[in-house]
Each structure stands twice: as C-alpha cells, then as structure tokens.
C-alpha cells in the first residue's frame, strides 16, 4: 500500500534556494569553504586543494561531495594538484563509508552542465555516493521518491571523527 504523502519539509530549503535559477547571490559551495567543519555546514574534512562535505540533498545516506576550493565549472582552470588530491579525497571516502555505515558499491563522478544533471552549475564537485543490496526499492519506482533511514546530522555524527583522521 503507497502512502499518499510523503512528507519531506527539509526539501524546502532547497525549493526555495533561487541562487541556479537567478544566478544571483553567493556560490553555496564558496560559502562552505571557511570555517572549521560542524555539524550545521556538513564539512566533513578539509584539504589542500577540496574539502569533504555531505550533501544537505543527498541521493541516499552517505552521499559526500568533494569541492575544489577554486571557484569554476571549468575543470582545466582546477589547479593541477587538485586532481590527485581529488581521487585521494574519493579512496579515503569509500574506505570511510564502507567501514562506518556498511556501504557495499559506491557511484563516483560528476555532472558537467544542466543538461548533465549538474544541479550546482558554476562550482565543480564530485559526487561519491553509497549504494546497498536492494537499496533502490519501489519507492523511487511507484512514487519517484526516495527514503532516507537516518537524520543527516546523525549520518555526520557518525562519520565525523574518521575523515578528521585523513
């Protein structure tokens, strides 16, 4: 039996973020780039070149992004090093994952351009994204949603102290 509502109200923020649509305020990404990593930025870990941060939106429970601490779409104007720092970044993720919440296959990668699914379009990221037997159930199938087991701030909670460990 599907559920008639599904109730998600921390989409909201999302909605009602225009910053893609307009183009208009600060880049969400460069606004994460300072401070200490917390619970309420979702920064997990910072490198020389990107930072480790949870997706507020994520796919499913785990779902971590690596950011270039330089602001561009364009991957050839990332610094050099910033690319091995970047798969490191993604092997010490996965490593992470599978140990602290199971993860059994991973997603990695990135979306380049609107019509490439990027939803951050002027900030380069790359995705890692947990994936489990079974874990794409009827939900996204009969009602195009998805469902999360944990509260991002328990996720980070569990995950926080290991990526501090990089």
Known sequence: MAADNLWTPWRMEYIKDNRQK???????????????????NLVL??????????????????HLMIVSNT????????PKDSYGEILELTVESIAIL????????????????????????????WHVVP????????????????????YLSETYRRLVDQFQKI
Request: glycine share 16%; aromatic share 10%; hydrophobic share 30%.
């Open 45 to 62: 870990y910072r490198g020389k070149q990107n930072y480790i941060v949870m997706n507020r939106f994520p796919y499913t429970c785990g």
């Open 71 to 78: 602001h561009t779409a364009d991957l050839k104007q990332l």
């Open 22 to 40: 307009t183009g208009e305020g600060p880049c969400v990404f460069c606004e994460l780039k300072g401070g200490a990593p917390s619970p309420e």
């Open 131 to 150: 994936r489990w037997m079974g874990d794409t159930n009827f939900m996204p199938v009969l009602s195009g949603a998805r469902t999360m087991p944990e």
């Open 98 to 125: 599978k140990e602290k919440l199971g993860a059994e296959g991973f997603n990695c990668g990135l979306n380049v351009g609107r019509i490439g699914g990027c939803g951050i379009l002027d900030h380069f990221h």
